[in-house]
């Protein structure tokens, strides 16, 4: 009798780990339309960003000198062109306000910004520039142009401008500068002003010897990002501010060289449901275990095609937490879908047994999802604070299924003690 206890109970085991693996197929299919709702999401991204504004690079500025080619220079090479000298800041600061908002198109919400710009410093031209004297231009990179909005302000040297030349990615001006602007240690003053627009980051490349960089805005989940890190921060629920320094001394060479923020709508629906999604399997052995120990302790008898049932009940639920988090907030879908299907497999459970372990079962669904969510929330600690509550589970169930022991038969003797 005992034996045949065991092989029944080990035949069933057998068949539940295969229906498992078999419920991996439908939640596989369900991460798959996960992924491709997302890329649904980031073609709607690049929509609206190639409408309002890509991420904005600032670099620069700089003032360019043009001269004529020597006779000697013709020979080597006369393709007609002016021979250029770039000079770049002696110090730069960039004094940056951004404002984010989003923009609603189907039923995907895109964060996008808008930045007041004011960068400012002081040029240093050395005595040479005085031989470049064809033309002069002031030019600062932008690498989309489409998101400056409104008129760009540029004021060097004393003189006033209002820049209207872009192309090639960036904005420049011709300018004129006083003679008396030449020569070591003349500070020439400088400061543009514009707004622009733009979408998921603003970065920028460090042109000045020395360039200080002042970032503000609203967005309360930045990401700060580049080679670079802010030396001050302050993230706050209704925004955040941040300030870098950076030197000629550790840049590198500055086109290659890049730093900023990335503005994030905060961790998206479709990340969350696909980190819910991976705890789905585990979710499904920890109820299927709950049901067979309700079989052993309770004398109860549930069958394959019931538990098929519940493992399918346990995967819609990620397809309704899909579903509705698209419509409405995380939090209040992950709670909509958790509270249908555990009501669901309560009722469900309450007409197998048709006792107060039905009850017990249902409080389980619903302390697994409980889990869960506060998984979700946390980044750093979500691998060992979830593989602590799985090992307390285990021995949960260790504890209630030890005094287990098969029923023997009259004509079989008992083990002696």
Not at 288 to 302: H, S, T
Not at 343 to 358: P, Q, S
Request: proline residues 4%; contains cysteine; hydrophobic residues 45%.
């Amino acid at each position: 009798m005992a034996k045949l206890f065991f092989d029944k109970l080990l035949w069933k085991i057998i068949l539940m780990a295969l229906l498992s693996l078999m419920l991996l197929i439908p939640l596989a299919m369900i991460q798959e339309q996960i992924r491709d709702r997302k890329q649904s999401a980031d073609e709607t991204l690049g929509e609206v960003s190639g409408s309002w504004g890509w991420a904005q690079t600032l670099s620069g500025p700089e003032v360019t000198f043009f001269r004529e080619r020597t006779e000697q220079e013709k020979k080597d090479k006369d393709d007609g062109t002016l021979v250029p000298l770039a000079v770049c800041p002696e110090r730069l600061v960039y004094d940056v306000d951004t404002r984010t908002q989003s923009l609603h198109r189907a039923i995907y919400d895109v964060m996008v910004y808008t930045a007041d710009i004011n960068a400012s410093g002081v040029f240093l031209f050395p005595e040479r520039c005085r031989d470049y004297g064809v033309k002069t231009v002031f030019s600062l990179g932008l690498n989309d142009l489409r998101g400056i909005e409104g008129a760009v302000s540029l004021s060097i040297g004393g003189r006033e401008y209002s820049v209207t030349q872009g192309g090639n990615g960036q904005v420049s001006q011709q300018i004129e500068l006083d003679p008396a602007c030449f020569g070591s240690g003349k500070a020439v003053p400088f400061e543009i002003r514009f707004r622009a627009r733009g979408s998921q980051g603003l970065y920028f490349k460090p042109f000045g010897e020395v360039t200080e960089v002042r970032l503000r805005g609203d967005c309360p989940a930045p990401s700060f990002d580049g080679d670079f890190l802010p030396s001050e921060r302050e993230v706050r629920e209704d925004g955040f501010s941040a300030s870098w320094t950076v030197s000629a001394i550790n840049r590198g060479r500055p086109e290659e060289t890049s730093f900023g923020v990335k503005l994030l709508q905060g961790v998206s629906q479709y990340q969350q449901t696909t980190r819910s999604a991976k705890y789905g399997i585990l979710i499904i052995l920890l109820v299927f275990v709950a049901g067979l120990a309700v079989e052993l302790v309770g004398k109860k008898r549930i069958h394959l095609i019931q538990y098929l049932v519940i493992g399918l009940s346990l995967v819609l639920f990620y397809a309704l937490l899909l579903a509705f988090s698209e419509l409405m907030a995380f939090w209040l879908a992950y709670l909509l879908a958790a509270g249908m299907t555990t009501a669901a497999l309560t009722g469900y459970f309450r007409g197998i047994l048709k006792d107060r372990t039905a009850w017990l079962l249902g409080c389980l669904v619903a302390i697994a999802y409980i889990v869960c969510y506060i998984l979700l929330q946390m980044e750093t600690y979500a691998l060992v604070a979830g593989t602590l509550v799985l090992f307390v589970i285990l021995v949960g169930i260790m504890y209630f299924t030890r005094d287990l022991r098969p029923a023997l038969s009259p004509t079989e003797p008992a083990e002696e003690s």
